[in-house]
């Protein structure tokens, strides 16, 4: 009986990737040399939250600031829950102090909820640019200090937003991401319908050709016209019944 060869497993060769080498910026950055598969998140409100947020910010006339549960989702986080703490508050600015946070997280706690997923604070900017102040960057800070993950939310009455996600397990800050209400996904039933209705009501365009001709004007109209004007009138485009157009 003949042997049988030992299977010699030969190492896995590991294919080189070449550097995106993008280093023309005229400005201090940092700027990966491979490409990562990092993909932005969505933040999405419940309907009740996304509701809240938009009449907070339109009926109040000074800055005010709110907290929220959030929930891991697929797409990114759900903000699935909102608190407005006791703080102090300006046309300029707002203050949640440690013992406010302190007092909202045993509420949450006797609610049977988790307050460790309050991780999402938002705030309006009435009717300034929703870029982040001074003050706005030290409040983020003292929140992510204690956190691996947190998101911020910054409204106007305008309807501009800035959402920002902070994590510190990639070790990156997500800016500006979009953000909507959380809506139910089509069902399948849904899906399948609307792609019948596309396939069946979407045609494509019929071309004819048409030969070239030397003449655009019908035989008898341009014989009439010929009678009429001469040549050098007709090819003038300012020459309208028989007098050119007054500059």
């Known amino acids: 009986m003949a042997k049988k060869k030992p ?11 070449a550097p995106a080498v993008t280093s023309s910026s005229m400005q201090p950055s940092l700027t990966e040399l491979y490409p990562t598969a990092l993909r932005a998140p969505e933040v999405r409100y419940t309907p009740f939250v996304y509701k809240a947020i938009q009449h907070i910010v339109a009926s109040q006339p000074q800055e005010i600031g709110w ?44 609610a049977g909820l988790d307050p460790s997923k309050l991780l999402y604070w938002g705030h309006s900017h009435v009717n300034m640019a929703v870029s982040p102040s001074h003050q706005d960057e030290e409040q983020v800070a003292a929140f992510v200090e204690n956190a691996s993950l947190f998101i911020r939310g910054i409204y106007n009455k305008h309807g501009d937003a800035k959402v920002d996600v902070y994590d510190k397990t990639q070790n990156v800050i997500f800016q500006c991401v979009r953000d909507c209400v959380d809506s139910p996904d089509l069902t399948k039933e849904e899906i399948k319908e609307l792609d019948a209705l596309c396939k069946a009501n979407l045609k494509k365009p019929v071309y004819r050709h048409v030969p070239a001709t030397r003449n655009f004007l019908p035989k008898k109209q341009s014989t009439l016209l010929s009678g009429m004007y ?5 090819n003038d485009p300012f020459y309208v019944r028989g007098n050119f157009h007054d500059f």
């Open 7 to 17: 299977v010699v497993h030969k190492p896995a060769i590991k294919k080189h990737v």
């Open 67 to 110: 907290l929220g549960l959030v929930e891991t989702k697929d797409y990114g986080y759900l903000v699935t829950d909102l608190y407005i703490p006791e703080q102090t508050v300006s046309a300029a600015e707002t203050d949640i102090d440690q013992d406010a946070m302190a007092a909202l997280a045993i509420e949450i706690d006797e």
């Open 230 to 234: 001469e040549d050098d009138d007709i």
